[in-house]
């Protein structure tokens, strides 16, 4: 099969593998018919991840057609259409018994937080993604789920990660009515978490970032006021200011460590603005808020050793929430709203690349050219 494969940092190309083996009789063998590039993949394409190894394919958002079977698979027969989320997890253990599919306790022997995560370096297991024509999905009766007929492809590909993290970044937020939401960073993630908002009850929704066709995004897609922060000696203090001096009720970090900036810049902070790839966002969320508000955490962090203002924090009396996206936990909700065109995800599309051509997409997404906020990967037939 082709697929993408990881070659260092910036060094990305399209290569023969072997197409993947049952491995477990509950494994599944899919062939991709749409992925994406996520945010977080710029981590891996930028060597900010811990072992990220050569030889490795990226890629936790797809959907596809099932091509084989273990003997154990009972919920998904040759050529079903599924879409599966970017957790990988056994549904049998403690967490996965609660509803925590993303700190499932059996599928990654490298950590003790997160469990596994399809094409997210080693230590999130270390399994291949979906940027690639074939992917072998684990624990094939838990994870995916059949695409239902109504549904399109480009919304199906979007609700294996980037929606359901957006929505439950603003479920994390514990919006009650009229609450004053403001959400950093106006990438996919955020954008979803700002129109979430409102089906939550939000009173105001406000959307923070630096681009300025992200932030039109946002009014149109998020229906948000949007704030660049280049524009301000101090966004914290504009924000304080037009919530009558109070702060936010709600804050929602949909950046993280953001792929941008090198690694000196990722320890020490030095780099000032949401890019920088430090926890400048979050110290943001966390001085924007009022005292006894929550901070809602979504965007994607890595191994950080800069300050975050915890002090801060505590003597605010804020409320901290944040997990990776347990994604099967968000589908039925999501679903009926999608079906009901409350959102659509498929209008945060935005390019649409041939997996031959990935490497052209992680340069596009990565450098922000073109208006680009979502870049789907499109697999030749095999």
């Known amino acids: 099969m082709r697929a993408m494969v990881y070659r260092g940092p910036?060094?990305?190309r399209v290569e023969e593998k072997d197409i993947p083996s049952i491995e477990h009789p509950n494994d599944a063998i899919v062939r991709v018919t749409l992925?994406?590039?996520?945010?977080s993949d710029l981590h891996l394409y930028h060597g900010m991840m811990p072992d990220t190894r050569v030889g490795m394919t990226f890629g936790h958002e797809f959907i596809g057609v099932v091509h084989e079977v273990g003997s154990s698979v009972r919920n998904l027969k040759?050529?079903?259409?599924v879409m599966v989320p970017f957790n990988i997890f056994c549904g049998s253990c403690w967490f996965c018994a609660r509803g925590l599919y993303s700190n499932c306790h059996n599928v990654n022997p490298n950590a003790t937080a997160v469990g596994g995560i399809y094409g997210y370096s080693h230590t999130c297991g270390g399994y291949d993604g979906g940027q690639s024509q074939?992917?072998?999905v684990p624990f094939a009766d838990v994870g995916p789920a059949l695409i239902p007929e109504w549904m399109d492809d480009e919304d199906a590909v979007l609700l294996t990660d980037?929606?359901?993290?957006g929505y439950f970044g603003a479920q994390l937020g514990e919006i009650v009515e009229g609450d004053v939401v403001v959400v950093f960073g106006a990438g996919p993630v955020g954008l979803v978490a700002a129109r979430s908002a409102w089906l939550m009850g939000a009173g105001r929704v406000i959307v923070i970032d630096h681009l300025e066709y992200r932030l039109e995004k946002a009014r149109s897609f998020?229906?948000?006021?949007?704030y660049n922060f280049t524009e301000y000696d101090d966004i914290v203090v504009e924000m304080k200011k037009t919530t009558d001096h109070l702060g936010a009720d709600v804050a929602i970090d949909a950046v993280g460590a953001e792929a941008d900036g090198n690694f000196l810049q990722h320890v020490t902070s030095a780099k000032f603005k949401?890019?920088?790839g430090s926890p400048v966002a979050l110290n943001w969320a966390i001085?924007?808020?009022r005292k006894g508000a929550t901070v809602s955490v979504v965007g994607a962090y890595g191994p950080l050793f800069s300050a975050v203002k915890f002090g801060d924090a505590m003597n605010k009396g804020l409320t901290l929430r944040m997990n990776q996206c347990p994604v099967k936990r968000q589908w039925p909700r999501l679903f009926e709203h999608v079906r009901n065109g409350y959102l659509k995800p498929s209008e945060l599309v935005t390019h649409r690349f041939p997996l031959e051509h990935i490497a052209e997409g992680y340069h596009v997404f990565s450098a922000k050219l073109d208006g680009c906020i979502k870049p789907i990967v499109v697999p030749s037939a095999a």
Do not use: M, N, W
Not at 162 to 165: C, D, E, G, K, R
């Open 10 to 12: 910036y060094k990305i």
């Open 35 to 39: 992925g994406a590039i996520c945010g």
């Open 78 to 81: 040759v050529g079903d259409r």
């Open 134 to 136: 074939f992917v072998r």
């Open 162 to 165: 980037a929606v359901p993290t």
């Open 222 to 226: 998020a229906h948000a006021e949007t």
């Open 274 to 276: 949401l890019q920088g």
């Open 287 to 289: 001085d924007s808020v």
